[in-house]
């Protein structure tokens, strides 16, 4: 059987694809925005993403000036934590963390009756170094976050929780919001989308640094 075996040049060419069957959609997008679209699609599979996905109030140089300054990056799974480039993340000396399994967090969500993303989400709005928000997973962290974050004020929140109970509306809430954000309208997202985001913008980054 002949097929491609390198990683590279795997990466390389489902690029290739995914840009011809985006077609002259793909200039809709900014130069900044197509490696975010890009590598959604790369991740899912799915060319509707290109449809679905908003990027707003200036979110990719928000977020990019704010992993320049070393910040901390909240993600409300930690598939999300465990997605993400940590050799990329270290050069630039900024740390991914959930609450989720934390045990005080277990506990609070236990007593009060409520998420544990609501409790992590909370937890994490009082860190003052945490500036970007990854929600992949539950609509109510992205609640609580919009709820709470005069506390914090975000540089990037990525908006793309998946579900069928809230994902939809709680995205819907984040665009009445003047912050910048990235979201995927509608029921689909997920973890894995969320990483994808914050690479298309790193690498850019990566790449830029020349490191």
Known sequence: MSYIKAPMDIEKRSFEIIE???GEKINSFTEAEKPVVKRIIHTTADFEYADLLDIENDAINSGMEALKSGCKIYCDTNMIVNGLSRGILEKFSVKAYSLVSDEETIKEAKERGVTRSIV???KA???KDTKIFLIGNAPTALYTLLENMKENM???IVGVP???VGASESKEELSKY???YIRIRGRKGGSTVAVSILHGILYQMYQREGM
């Open 120 to 122: 992590g989400m909370e």
């Open 125 to 127: 709005l009082k860190d």
């Open 154 to 156: 975000p540089k990037l």
């Open 162 to 164: 998946v579900g069928f």
């Open 178 to 180: 003047d912050v910048p």
């Open 20 to 22: 011809e069957e985006l």
